[in-house]
């Protein structure tokens, strides 16, 4: 079965640290490009980042930029999202997803997500 | 604040047909493939629509897509309580250099 399980949510204090996991199987984990996409309370799903297959190239949302990374281990089927100097607005639900590898983004499957709360 | 907008929700009775809009620009939906994701939450998202109008497999072809100019839309005929649910379109938009995703829609079976 295709799946993704994400983990490492938590509560942290404003300024602090967290790092995602997401684990992959079911699939060649090192062949797709992978993503993280965030759902505030209450609020829309929000792209976050974006890794290619072998981890040489990322991209991130304004919103993440200077703050979080995104990285791969491919021989152990993981995804990662470091993310550092947490704000309250970083708040959300966040998801890890693979994309599709058709003509442009598309997510097509996606994890439950793990929940970040950022509060003192 | 999304740069695509849907409406806030819609709803019909079951048996019956939705559509769900989603207007853009040139910059995202005029000039990129719109993709349509069905949320529960507190589950994961599910791919419906890909490449404006394409069905990954297990999706019924009561869900379709469409894209004219700089907006697309989500059709659901034979709606079904298990439908109700957050919708959400989602393209490439080429300024921003980011994915950005709709303001989403709830559906509501009557």
């Known amino acids: 079965e295709v799946q993704l399980v994400e983990s490492g949510g938590g509560l942290v204090q404003p300024g602090g640290s967290l790092r995602l996991s997401c684990a992959a199987s079911g699939f060649t984990f090192s062949s797709y490009w992978m993503h993280w996409v965030r759902q505030a309370p209450g609020k829309g799903l929000v792209w976050v980042s974006r890794i290619n297959s072998d981890g040489s190239s990322t991209s991130y949302a304004d919103s993440a930029k200077g703050r979080f990374t995104i990285s791969r281990d491919n021989a152990k089927n993981t995804l990662y999202l470091q993310m550092n100097s947490l704000r309250a607005e970083d708040t959300a639900v966040y998801y890890c997803?693979?994309?599709?590898?058709?003509?442009?983004?598309?997510?097509?499957?996606w994890g439950q997500g793990t929940m970040v709360t950022v509060s003192s | 604040q999304s740069v695509l907008t849907q409406p806030p929700s819609v709803s019909a009775a079951p048996g019956q047909k939705v559509t769900i809009s989603c207007s853009g620009s040139s910059s995202n939906i005029g000039n990129n493939y719109v993709s349509w994701y069905q949320h529960l939450p507190g589950t994961a998202p599910k791919l419906l629509i890909y490449?404006?109008?394409k069905r990954p497999s297990g999706i019924p072809d009561r869900f379709s897509g469409s894209k004219s100019g700089t907006s697309a839309t989500l059709g659901i005929t034979g709606l079904q309580t298990g439908d109700e649910a957050d919708y959400y379109c989602?393209?490439?938009?080429?300024?921003?250099?980011?994915?950005?995703f709709g303001t989403g829609t709830k559906v509501t079976v009557l």
């Open positions: 490449d404006n109008n």
């Open positions: 997803a693979r994309d599709y590898g058709g003509n442009e983004w598309a997510f097509d499957i």
């Open positions: 989602g393209t490439w938009d080429s300024s921003l250099s980011v994915y950005v």
